[in-house]
């Protein structure tokens, strides 16, 4: 089974600066996925990142990076130099890589956090 | 390449009354799945295809939602009758494939369908 918190209903930030946004995971499986995706008002979810749990490297694209603690279970994202394209409802999630047993590599998201860029 | 399309973009309908969602998933793409997403909330996934066989379905309430995938392509999913809580966004979207090593297990969502019930 696989549970997936994020913490911070809402966080906002100024145009340029830096955030980052918490998430926390609990999986049973001993290979995974975990994402963070974007969703802005219009609805469309949009895959920002992603990272592979046996690699130890923090995944990078571009203005985004995470920083994958495997032990402390935990996956934040950094958004460096935000703007306003960036405000949204950021969802973390986690995805076993085998679809086998019963989570038939089931996606599993969290409760969301709003971001919001002021100018 | 075309992303997922969903249609109808938004429906209203009364209580007991049925409706239906279509998708048309990227091309090539073996699985599809749907969510239900309350406002405010994370998606739940409802039901996941693998071509037109069902993977898990533990989480759709088959007493009034049914979905098929005919062909292995297109996807409907029903809602007959509908409650008042049935009302959020459904999401489609479709993967490469199930699972596995590599970038092909990546979802690409569709746009949804914003369902309200009265």
């Known amino acids: 089974a696989q549970t997936v918190t994020q913490s911070q209903p809402e966080m906002s930030v100024q145009e340029a600066e830096t955030v980052t946004l918490s998430c926390t995971y609990d999986t049973s499986e001993s290979d995974y996925y975990l994402f963070w995706y974007k969703q802005p008002p219009s609805r469309q979810m949009i895959l920002v990142i992603r990272?592979?749990?046996?690699?130890?490297q923090n995944a990078t694209e571009n203005r985004f990076s995470v920083n994958f603690q495997k032990a402390a279970k935990s996956f934040s994202l950094k958004i460096s130099d935000s703007q306003l394209g960036d405000a949204a409802m950021y969802f973390c999630?986690?995805?076993?890589?085998?679809?086998?047993?019963?989570?038939?590599?089931?996606?599993?998201f969290g409760q969301g956090t709003i971001l919001t860029v002021h100018p | 390449e075309a992303g997922v399309a969903q249609s109808p973009r938004y429906k209203i309908i009364e209580k007991r009354q049925s409706v239906a969602f279509w998708c048309n998933p990227i091309?090539?793409?073996?699985?599809l799945y749907w969510y239900q997403q309350i406002l405010g909330q994370g998606p739940k996934l409802l039901i996941q295809?693998?071509?037109?066989?069902?993977?898990?379905d533990s989480q759709l309430p088959k007493d009034r939602f049914s979905a098929e995938r005919l062909k292995g392509v297109d996807s409907t999913l029903k809602i007959q009758p509908a409650k008042l809580e049935d009302s959020a966004v459904y999401l489609c979207?479709?993967?490469?494939?199930?699972?596995?090593?590599?970038?092909?297990?990546?979802?690409?969502f569709g746009p949804g369908t914003r369902l309200t019930v009265l």
């Open positions: 979207a479709s993967s490469l494939r199930l699972a596995g090593a590599g970038s092909g297990n990546e979802q690409f």
């Open positions: 990272q592979e749990a046996y690699k130890q």
């Open positions: 999630a986690s995805k076993p890589s085998n679809a086998g047993g019963t989570s038939y590599g089931k996606l599993t």
């Open positions: 295809f693998q071509n037109n066989g069902v993977v898990d």
């Open positions: 091309s090539g793409h073996a699985t």
